[in-house]
C-alpha cells in the first residue's frame, strides 16, 4: 500500500505546481504580481528495521519570489521619477509661455518702447500717439495674460493637491485593511498569504507615486507606511487621514495638512517625492519666483514710467498723470493670530530697491523680527516703521500678541493689477515741463531711454537690470532650470527602469519558464501515474497468485 | 539574467517610444528650422539669443530714427537751397541798384522785384513739412514761424533724436537761429534795402545815404548768405554722421543677424541625416520586437 500513497503523494505535488504555474501564467500582466513557486521537500521517512523508508514527497508551503531590497529601490525610484516628471510638466509650461514669441512679455515691450522712440520723433502726430496707446494697453494686457496663466497653474496645483491627499487616504486605509488581514492569515494558516501581500505591495508603490513613502515591516508581518521625513499614515490596522488645508496666511494656497481633523497642521514643508512633492516643489521653488518676478517687472517698469511720465506736458498744456494704475503690495495676517484686528501694512517707497521675495513679520519674545524668503535673510529686533529693499514694513498696533505673524507679498499680485491710466491721446505727455509746443519731444526722448536704464535690482543683489534684461534673466532661470529637470527626469526614469528591471528579473513571470514548468510538472504527473500503474500491476499479481 | 516577460515588452514598448519621441523631436526641429526653440532646450545659448534679439531690436529702432532724422535733415536741405538762391539773387539785384546810372524809377522796379523776393523768402521760412507742421517754429510748429512782416514768432528748441546709443541729434533748425543770425535779420535788412531804393536821390547828401545804405545791406546780405551756408554745411555733415552710423548699424545688424543664425538655426543637412538614420533605427526596432515577441515556448508545446 505503501508504493501507492508515495505515488499519490507525487500526484498531489505535481498537481499543486501545475496550479501555481498555472496561476503564475495567469497573472503573467497582474500589476504587482510576483511569481509563486511550491517549496517542494521529501515527506518525513517511516522507520523499518533495516532503515528509513521514504513516504513520497510534499509540498511544505507556497512561496512568492519577492526581495525586500528590490521592492524598495522600486519605491524610491517611483517617487523620485513621478516628482521630477510632475516638475517638469510644469516647469516647461511656464518656460513655452515665457519664452514664446506670442506669449511672451519681451516682443510687447519692446514693441511699445519703439512706439515711445516714434513718438518721439513725431509727437505732434496723433496716429503716433495712437500706438503708443495701444502698444501700452497690449503690454498690460500681456502681463496679466501670463500672470492669469501662472495663476492657473497654481489652481491646477490645488487641485493636485486634493487628489493627491484623497488618493493617499484611501491607499493608507486599504493597507491598514490588508495589514489585518494578512496578520490573521499568518497566524490562523503559518502560510503566507502571497496575493494578499502583491495587493499590500502594489498599494505601496501606488502610494509612492504620490509622495516619497518609507515602509517598516513588523513582526506581526503587517506594514508601517510613513510619508515625508517619518510621518506615519498607517500604524498596524489604523491609517492616519492626510488633509488638504488653506495655507495659513494665503487661504488660496491648499498645503497638506496631519492631525487631529478638526485642527490639521500644515506639513507641505517636509513632503518631497510622488507627484505631490514635485508639485509642491515646482509652486515654491519656480511658480512663486517667477509669479513674483513678473510682478517685480511690472511695478518697477510701471513706476519708472509713471514718475518720468509726470515730468513731462501733454498735449493740453497739463502735466502729464499716472500712465499706469499699478496694484499694490500686500499684507496678509497669519490666521492663528489671536486678535485679527491687529494687522500690518506695506507699502512701496523705491521700485529699485524691489526684490522679487515675500517676506515675513513676526512678533516673538517681544522683538519684531522680519525674513526674506529667498535667501532667509533675518532682520532681528526691528523698530517699526521697517524701511529695506524697498519697502515700508508697519503694523497699526503698539500691543503686538507673541507669535504674531504676517506675511508679506510685495509683488505677487502686481502683474494682475496692472491697468492702463491714460487712454487719451492728448494725455500722453510727450512735452517738457512746461511745454515748449506742441513738437516738444524732450520728455518723449526721456521716456524712451526708460529701456536703456538698470531700474531692476536683480536677486536681491546690488546690481540692477534694465527691463528687458530682468525679464531675459527670470527667462534663462527658468530655462536652465527646466533643461536639469529635463536631465533629471531622464535618470529617474533610468533609475526607475533599471529598479523595475531589477525587480521583475526576480519577480516576474517568465512565460517560457512557466511553460518549461508546466511540462515538468505534467511529466512528474505522468511519471506519477505509471508508478501506480505498476503499483495497480503489482497487486493483481498477488491477487492472480490465489487463482 | 533572468528576464520576466513584461520586462521583455516594457523593454520593447520603452525603445520604441524613446525612438518616437527623438524622430518627433527632430521633426520639430526641422518643421521650425531652429535648434534652440525655447531657453529649456540650451539655456546658455538661449540667453545669449534674447540679449542680441533686444539689443538687435534697439539698433532697428535707431535706425528708424535715423530715417526720420535724414528726411528731416534732407527737407531743410533743400528748402535752404532754395533759400540760398534768392538770396544770391537779391544779392545780384543789390548789386545792379548801386549802378550809378540808374535813375529813381530803376531802382524803384528793382525795389518790387525784391519785395516779390522778400515774399518768397518769407515764405520758405514759414515752409511746413509732410506731416504739416512748420519747420523753422521750434517746438510750436503748429505756428508759422515769421509774420508777414518778417518777425520771428516761433519757438527757440531745437528737437532732438536718439539716433545712436548713446547719440541724440538736434534735426531741426530754427528760423530765428537760420535768417536772424547773430542779430543780423535777414527780412528787416531787406526791407531796410526796399525803403532804401525807394527813396529818390534829390542831391548829393542822399546819394551818400544811398551809397552808404547799399553797401551796409549787401554786407548783410552776405552775412545772412554766410549763415544759411554753415547751416547747410552742418546739414551735410549731420547727414554724413548719419550715414555712417547707419553703415556700422548695418554692419551690426549682420552681425547680429549671423550670431543669432549660429545660435539658433539648425543644421539641415545634419539633422536630416539624423533623421534618416533614427527612422532606419526605429524600423529595425520594430522589426526586432515583433520578431522577439513571437518566440515563445508555448508555441512548440
Redesign the interface.
Known sequence: MNVLNVGKSALTVAQLGIATTGHNIANASTPGYNRQSIVQKAAAAQSFGNGYLGQGAEVGTIVRSYDDVLAKQVINTTSNQSSSSVYLQGINEVNSLLSDDKAGVSAVMTNFFRSVSAAAANPSDIATRQTVISNAQSLVSRFTAVNSRLDEMRSNINTQVSTSVATINSYASSIADLNEKIKQAFSSTGNPPNDLMDQRDLLVAKISEQIKTTVLPQQDNTYNVSIGNGIPIVLGNQSQDLYAVPNDTDSTRLEVGYGASGSPKPISGSLTGGALGGALQFRDETLDTVQNQLGQLAITFATAFNNQHKQGTDLTGTVGQNMFNIAGPVAISNRNNTDQSKQASVAITDPSQLTSSNYTLEYVNGQYNITRQNDKYVWTNVTLPFNQDGITINTNTSSPTNGDSYLIKPTQYAASGLTLAVTDVEKLALADNPSKGESDNTNALKLADLQNQNFVRVNASSTNRTFAQAYALTTSAVGIKANQMSIINQADKTALDNATSAMQSQSGVNLDEEAANLLRYQQAYQAAGKMMQIASNMFDTLLSLGR | ???????IY??GT?RLMGLQSDVNDLNEKISSGKKVR??????VA??RI??I??NK??KD?FA??RK??SSMLENYETNLSSVTDLVLNIKSSLTAAGNATYNDSQRQSIATELQGRLDSLISLANAKDS?G?FIY???????AAFTSAGVFQG?T?R????ID?NR?MPT?FTGDSVFNANGNNLFANMQQAITLLNTPITDATSRTNFTNGLATALQNTDKSLDSILDTRAQIGSQLNEIQILDDTGDDISLQYSKVLSDLQDLDYTQALSDLAKKNTIMEAAQKSFVSTSKL???QF?
Open positions: 539574467m533572468r528576464l520576466s516577460t513584461n520586462t516594457a523593454n520603452n525655447s531657453p529649456a532646450d540650451d539655456p538661449s540667453a534674447i540679449e534679439n533686444n531690436s534697439m529702432t528708424e530714427t526720420t532724422a506731416m507742421n517754429s521750434g517746438f510750436t510748429t503748429d505756428k519757438e528748441s528737437m532732438n533724436l536718439q546709443d541724440t531741426t515563445s515556448l508555448f508545446i
